[in-house]
Structure formats: structure tokens, C-alpha cells
């Protein structure tokens, strides 16, 4: 685990502008979080994930970076970061730091230069194209955020590409210049003694250098249109494995650990696979497979036996919520009895699967999804699609320390960048301290139950077991899991070889010989 501390970690994720703030401006900083590691060691987790923390205009939240090797003030000083890297590690965690480096903010100093011409020391770096005779953009490419992926630049008179935001334009991969320097920037940060990275959009770095069209995805018309087509020109490209190989042979300097997000809607965890099969490519992955709204047996086998069917020695991080997508209790909710059975549900589930783990701020508190106005957005596509797609702000909603009606729930002294709700605030930390029956306390108590079980920590599974739906049950070595993913109760006949006596963290749950009952939302973990 010291050589390869990743292998069955468990990650928290901390967005920093919603977690905790030390001077009372509203938004969460890199001294507040310090102030809290205590806290997140208490959880049992092995890492700590920092989302953006760079220099940044904020159009994205800080996924549009204008500066990749310094702190935006927004967060605090360079000396701030220093000091929570120590502190982390103090505490026994490893720190992974946000890399976004499939595109930069169109306020870096190398796309600026970029856009003065094409004879510029720069002007290569990012991605340009001619427009078509009649002057619209190149190809059919759409962005994620809506509308075309070409932005027409007048100075330079031709399109750049922008699978985002067209403040955020996208780095040319062909290009040896741009991967070196990119790749100097995560050194940079590994000097700095971060263990790792996260990073975003890992499967966006390359494009076809030939700019073919993608083709259509034979499906209805979806609220983002971008669904509509199958993105096999624009992303996922073969070039990038050979940057992975590079990515991994600078960690591997450092011992430092990679976790790539993949973002496809119909072969993620193919690409996942790929992506981290073998010892040359990314340690980790994960993909929103597991983020979305299907919640059957069915689907979270299905996901798993694909990953490992395809990449036998590849390494998933699976996570049923972060800082892009609404909080699995609220996405879930029609599958739960109660909003606690579902929180401590989801938590004995995830943290059974085999493999590593990310686990988002707030998910420990049961913290449900924000219901927030249209004149409270932040979040681009949320305002370019609303009503109709609400976008992410509602995740993303300050962490609530303390209970009240202040509504700052004890992150700031001051307005919340996103308000906190009653809703939000009746999830409190110290309430849940308080009740040891809490989703709180669970979390622990399930993860001390995965520290002190040798069978949870890998990949290896003795395979999923038949059980009458909505039931999912599977072995890791000895133990028999089981989950009952409805709200009625479920009576299963364990299999000769799994029967033996209720160990560890259950709810609903008894055993008689082989008949193993689960009430609705029980679970239970057996032992031969």
C-alpha cells in the first residue's frame, strides 16, 4: 500500500469554493480546508481530491486555468497550499490535485499570443481551422455546453475549438511542444509533494488531425444536443494512449498516483478500461456510468463485469456522486424507504465494489440535492438550458458544518456564493456527531469494516451470485454481500459455500441457515 498507496484507496473529494471559508467572503479556501482535515482523516478515507485551485477568470469554476503553476487569491497563497500538503500528510493522507489540461482559459498568456496569427511562436499550440467556402465552422463537431465546438476568431480569422466554453479553448495534442509543457506543469506540482492527479477530460486531449465529421447517434432529441452524436472524431482519439504513457512514466517518478475522468455516454467504461489496462497508462479511472439515474442490479454488474472483462488487469474508481452531477440520494430517491436507508445503502454498496473509490463532499451527511432558482445560477449550462436542465449548482451548494437558520450552516461568516436551504441545513455535521445512528457515523463504521477486511481493499471477485431482483449479491474471497436495492422487503436463499454468520455493518438485515432476510434498503455482509 506504501508503494502503491492508490490500490483500494479511498478519495474524498473537497470542492474548495463550497467547503469551508476562513475569511468570510462566501467562498471556501485553501485555509479553511486546512482547518478541516481533521475532519476528513476522522472519515477513514486515504486521499484527499482538490478540485481546481489555479489561477483562473472562474468562468467554469476554475476549469478554465489561466495560470497552471499558481494559486488563485480566490483560494488563498502558494505558502496556503504548502501548508495544507504538509498538514494533509500529517494526518496520513495523500493529496490529488485537479489537473485540467485538455484546454485552457482564452485569458492564458499562450492562447492570447496564439490568436495574434499564424506565424506567432504560439500559434500552433491550439486547435485552428479555416472556415468552410461559405464561412461556417470546419465540421459538425458540438460543444458540451451547447451550440458549435468552433469559435470564430476575427483577428485570426479562422475557428478554434472549444469542447467547452469558447473561453475555454482546447490545446493542440498533435503538437510535442504542448504535451512537454504540459507535462512540465504536473511536475511543477509533484515538486510541490502532491501524490497525484485528477484529470479532467482525460479522453478530450486528441482530436482528428483531419477534422472528420462525427457521425450520428441514432436516438430522440435530447435536451443537450450534443448526445445526438457518436464522438468518434472529436474525442477518445487512439494518440492519446501515448500521452497517458507519458503521464505515467512522470508520476511513476514521484510515486504519485493518476485518476482520469472519462466522459462518454455510450462506451465509457470500455474507454476506462483501455485507459488503465497494463503498467503504462493511467492507474485509475472512472466514468459516470455509476452518476446517473439507473439504479438496478442489472446496470452495477453490468458496468463491473464490462470493466474487467476488458481490462482483466485494469484498475476502476468507482463514485456515485461529485461536484458534476446530482447527489445520488436525490437521484435515487424512488428506490430508497427513506432518505437514510438509501445514503447508508449506496455507502455499503460502493464501498464493496472491487476496486478504488471517490466519495464527494457531503455524501456522508445523506446531503440531497439543491433546489435552487433560476436568478441563483452560476453554472453556464444550467443558464444555457434551464429550465429544462438545472445544471450543477445544486451539488455543488456549500458544505453545512452547524445547525441554525443563519443560513450559513458554519462555512462562512459571511453570504454563501451558493445559498444554503433548509434542506440542506437540517444535514449538518455536528448534528449528526451528536447521533450515533447517523449517515455519518455509518460512513465510518463502513469504512473501518473495508480497512480491516483484506478482501475489500482489491479488484478480485469470486463473482456475482443469482438473487431475486431488485437484489445484488457477489463474493469478494470469503464474504458474501448483499444488497436489497427496493423497498420491499426480499427473502433470498444463500448458496452452499456463502452461508455462515452476519459480520460487519448491516441494516435490515437476518440470517437463518441459508435464508437470509433483507428488509426494504437492507443489506448485509456475511462470512463462511
Not at 507535462?183 to 472528420?212: C, I, K, P, Q, S
Not at 460502493?350 to 439543491?370: D, N
Request: net charge negative; with cysteine.
Amino acid at each position: 500500500m506504501a508503494e502503491e498507496w492508490w490500490r483500494g484507496a479511498v478519495t474524498y473529494q473537497v470542492y474548495p469554493r463550497s467547503f469551508q471559508d476562513s475569511n468570510g467572503d462566501g467562498i471556501g479556501d485553501l485555509k479553511g480546508i486546512t482547518d478541516r482535515l481533521r475532519y476528513i482523516a476522522s472519515l477513514g478515507v486515504d486521499a484527499v481530491w482538490l478540485s481546481p485551485i489555479f489561477r483562473s477568470p472562474m468562468a467554469d469554476m476554475g476549469y478554465d486555468v489561466s495560470d497552471y503553476t499558481d494559486i488563485d487569491p480566490l483560494f488563498g497563497t502558494m505558502d496556503d497550499f504548502d501548508h495544507l500538503v504538509a498538514k494533509a500528510h500529517e494526518f496520513g493522507l495523500k493529496v490529488i490535485v485537479d489537473q485540467v489540461i485538455s484546454h485552457s482559459s482564452d485569458q492564458h498568456p499562450f492562447f492570447i499570443e496564439s490568436r495574434k496569427g499564424g506565424d506567432n511562436p504560439k500559434a500552433d499550440w491550439y486547435v485552428w481551422a479555416d472556415a468552410k467556402p461559405d464561412g461556417t465552422p470546419p465540421n459538425n463537431w458540438p460543444s458540451v455546453f451547447g451550440g458549435s465546438a468552433w469559435e470564430w476568431d476575427g483577428g485570426r480569422k479562422q475557428y478554434y475549438l472549444h469542447n467547452f466554453l469558447p473561453s475555454q479553448p482546447d490545446f493542440n495534442f498533435h503538437n510535442p511542444e504542448v504535451q512537454d509543457w504540459l507535462l512540465g506543469t504536473m511536475r511543477f506540482w509533484l515538486e510541490r509533494g502532491v501524490d497525484g492527479f485528477r484529470l479532467d477530460t482525460v479522453n478530450y486531449y486528441f482530436h482528428d488531425a483531419r477534422l472528420r465529421n462525427n457521425p450520428r447517434r441514432r436516438i430522440a432529441p435530447q435536451v443537450n444536443p450534443y448526445e445526438m452524436q457518436l464522438h468518434k472524431f472529436s474525442k477518445s482519439r487512439p494518440e492519446n494512449l501515448d500521452f497517458l504513457a507519458r503521464v505515467r512514466m512522470l508520476t511513476d517518478e514521484y510515486g504519485a498516483a493518476t485518476v482520469g475522468e472519462v466522459g462518454d455516454s455510450t462506451r465509457a467504461v470500455e474507454i476506462m478500461a483501455e485507459y488503465t489496462s497494463g503498467a503504462r497508462h493511467l492507474h485509475q479511472a472512472y466514468s459516470f456510468d455509476m452518476l446517473g439515474p439507473e439504479f438496478t442490479p442489472k446496470h452495477f454488474r453490468r458496468t463491473i463485469e464490462v470493466f474487467f472483462r476488458n481490462a482483466p488487469d485494469g484498475w476502476p474508481a468507482w463514485a456515485f456522486s461529485n461536484h458534476d452531477v446530482i447527489r445520488h440520494v436525490t437521484r435515487w430517491r424512488e428506490h430508497g424507504a427513506d432518505q437514510d436507508s438509501l445514503a447508508k445503502l449506496a455507502a455499503a454498496m460502493l464501498l464493496s465494489f472491487p476496486g478504488s473509490v471517490c466519495l464527494y463532499q457531503g455524501e456522508e451527511l445523506g446531503q440531497t440535492e439543491t433546489e435552487l432558482e433560476f436568478s441563483e445560477l452560476t453554472d453556464p449550462p444550467g443558464i444555457r438550458f434551464w429550465p429544462d436542465y438545472k445544471g450543477r449548482d445544486g451539488c455543488r451548494t456549500p458544505m453545512v458544518w452547524e445547525a441554525g437558520t443563519s443560513r450559513q450552516g458554519g462555512f462562512t461568516t459571511g453570504t454563501p456564493w451558493l445559498p444554503v436551504k433548509d434542506a440542506q441545513s437540517a444535514r449538518n455535521v455536528a448534528g449528526q456527531e451528536a447521533n450515533d445512528h447517523s449517515v455519518l457515523h455509518f460512513y465510518r463504521h463502513m469504512l473501518e469494516f473495508r480497512s480491516e477486511r483484506p478482501e475489500l481493499h482489491g479488484r478480485e471477485m469470486a463473482g456475482f451470485l443469482r438473487a431475486p431482483d431488485p437484489v445484488l449479491m457477489f463474493r469478494r474471497g470469503g464474504l458474501t454481500c448483499a444488497f436489497n436495492l427496493g423497498v420491499e422487503a426480499r427473502r433470498i436463499t444463500l448458496p452452499r459455500g456463502a452461508e455462515g454468520a452476519l459480520t460487519g455493518p448491516r441494516q435490515a438485515a437476518s440470517l437463518s441457515g441459508r435464508k437470509l432476510d433483507l428488509g426494504p434498503n437492507g443489506f448485509a455482509f456475511v462470512t463462511a
